[in-house]
């Protein structure tokens, strides 16, 4: 493959939305991919040069149903397992095409079906997947350890291959990521025994606290050095309860003190100038919640700055991954 055409293949985006909320306790996330729409994601993306393919919101109503037996403490499971289905059966089939996708949520328990799309696609091309899991939650909890037993504080557990959820693809290819490459960033949630898990699995986290005490730029600089030191890529996991609820209120799972706006910027920023960003998730944004949309317009114009949007020219590498042959 030439260089002019992988250019061309990571100029290419893909839009594809979940409109799931029966992952978390609070409804209305299925209203999401609308509201990007609406805020002008795709607009602003083309601005940047993309050519972006929208291919509309997916619909998980013609999956049959399984016949495995529901864990005790999942809320939901069977409509989520049909929903990881179709996402991790179509989001393969969008990153095949070369395009880089951006999944709208949509609850968080979507990335039980993105990420599994896009570790088994890099697998396959012989390159392993990172996650950076933006989030004041670490969704590391398992139906054993849940205390809500909604899905959605589950997610980061199961795309590491955690116990609980094994029957949720059914048949379909499993691309379990190792727990060393997930980097939780922003929490300031965390359950007990969902702690205890994530300290036997030696999961990294960067909380509140580091981030106030070495700043933003320090610390998403080691994620990206590590994805580079193994020829990775990167997923990146938005949830915009990341964001402090001044910035972004409208979200269900609101924790006080999170990322200001320009933290969020700046980490956006960094993570376009390294090229290692290969698909991204933006999720738990519930418009019935929001303030005139103003958390939408918020998260678009992140997604600009992780794609290149910026006030004064700066040379740098391509803003998308190229694909790995």
């Keep these: 493959m030439t260089d002019r055409t992988m250019t061309d293949r990571a100029r290419r985006i893909a839009l594809l939305g979940a409109p799931i909320d029966m992952g978390a306790s609070q409804r209305g996330t299925l209203m ?23 291919y509309g919101d997916l619909s998980a109503s013609e999956v049959r149903d399984l016949a495995d037996t529901p864990p005790e403490r999942a809320n939901h499971y069977r409509e989520i397992q049909r929903w990881t289905r179709v996402l991790s059966r179509k989001g393969y089939e969008i ?23 896009m570790a088994r ?6 390159r392993e997947l990172f996650v950076l899991w933006l ?5 590391y909890n398992t139906p054993e350890t849940t205390i809500t037993a909604n899905m959605h504080g589950m997610s980061a557990a199961f ?13 379909d290819p499993r691309a379990s990521i190792h727990p060393d490459r997930l980097d939780l960033f922003g929490a300031r949630s965390i359950d007990k025994l969902e702690k205890e898990l994530m300290r036997a ?14 700043g933003v730029a320090v610390l998403i600089r080691r994620v990206i050095e590590r994805v580079k030191a193994s020829n990775g890529v990167l997923h990146v996991s938005f949830d915009v309860d990341f964001l402090d609820p001044c910035v972004a209120p409208g979200v269900g799972t609101t924790v006080p003190g999170g990322a200001t706006y320009r933290e969020a ?11 290692v960003v290969g698909s991204v998730d933006i999720v738990e944004l519930n418009p019935f919640l929001d303030e005139r949309g103003r958390t939408a317009r918020t998260a678009v114009e992140l997604i600009g700055s992780l794609f290149g949007q910026q006030i004064t020219d700066r040379p740098t590498p391509s803003n998308a991954i190229a694909p790995g042959e």
């Design 135 to 139: 989030d004041a939650h670490a969704d």
């Design 159 to 171: 795309l590491c291959g955690e116990p609980g959820l094994d029957g949720l693809l059914g048949d």
């Design 201 to 214: 699995r030696r999961i990294r986290v960067v909380d509140m606290r580091q981030i106030d005490e070495f």
């Design 32 to 54: 999401g991919p609308a509201a990007l729409r609406t805020a002008g994601l795709a607009t602003l993306l083309e601005s940047l040069d993309f050519e972006v393919v929208d």
């Design 95 to 117: 990153a095949k095409t070369g395009a880089l996708p951006i999944f709208l949520g949509g609850d968080h328990t979507l990335s039980m079906g993105s990420v599994n799309a």
């Design 265 to 275: 910027h700046l980490i956006m920023e960094l993570l376009h100038d390294s090229g």
């Design 121 to 126: 696609h890099w697998r396959e091309r012989g």
